[in-house]
């Protein structure tokens, strides 16, 4: 089992651009989040996917983000119009049920220029 | 508001002593409460879980202990070495025994000197 698996690494962006961080997560997993960690404010909810659905995306700001778990493939978080703010490490997690250790990606590193 | 805290200050022990890190809560009630490790560009690593009704756990040289009228966990690591030179952090289930409500303190730096 290889874990849960983000990529990129290391994005840069420049200020306007779009941001897509993706995950896949555990096999056998159906329960994705995501979350956000700044230096000096840890890790912050964003949102919880499974399967199709977004079960809740109260920590995830209503404009510019979005995020989807399709049947096939990986979870995707998507900024649009990024801006210096939105510099930070995006984890995603999953678990294979809710209660339960969530498994945690090594994350992607995004720079906005 | 809910708040979590931990250990600010990072901890300095000598090889083979008890290192013990502190968490305290409040305005919660949680289900349960998780201990992460974080080693430095990485992503979080589970290492317990202890539910409300639960007063200790252990896994290894690791001791966790929950005190729900102090709202208090204290992580233990007993015979440390080197390797447990890390990050840890505390978090809370705010949403009754559901992960997407996790509370996350900002964690404690632990350093294990040979």
Not at chain 1, 45 to 74: C, H, T, W
Request: charged share 25%.
């Amino acid at each position: 089992n290889a874990g849960v698996m983000q990529n990129p690494r290391h994005l840069v962006r420049r200020r306007g651009q779009e941001a897509r961080l993706r995950c896949s997560p555990m096999k056998g997993h159906s329960h994705v989040y995501w979350y956000r960690q700044l230096p000096e404010e840890g890790l912050k909810f964003m949102v919880y996917l499974q399967k199709e659905n977004i079960i809740d995306e109260s920590g995830m700001p209503k404009e510019r983000f979005s995020a989807e778990f399709p049947k096939e493939g990986p979870s995707i978080l998507r900024i649009q119009q990024v801006v210096r703010g939105d510099s930070a490490a995006y984890f995603c997690a999953s678990s294979p049920t809710d209660g339960t250790e969530a498994f945690f990606g090594q994350g992607t590193r995004l720079t906005v220029v | 508001s809910q708040k979590i805290e931990q250990n600010s200050e990072a901890l300095n022990i000598q090889e083979g002593k008890t290192a013990t890190l502190t968490c305290n809560y409040t305005n919660y009630s949680p289900a349960y409460l998780q201990w992460y490790r974080q080693d430095p560009g990485r992503g979080p690593v589970f290492l317990l879980l202890i539910r409300e009704n639960e007063k200790e756990k252990r896994k290894e040289r690791l001791k966790v202990t929950f005190d729900t009228t102090l709202k208090q966990s204290l992580f233990h690591i007993t015979a440390s070495q080197p390797a447990d030179s890390a990050t840890y952090l505390c978090a809370l289930d705010a949403s009754g025994g559901n992960n997407r409500k996790l509370i996350w303190g900002l964690g404690t730096s632990l350093a294990v000197n040979p």
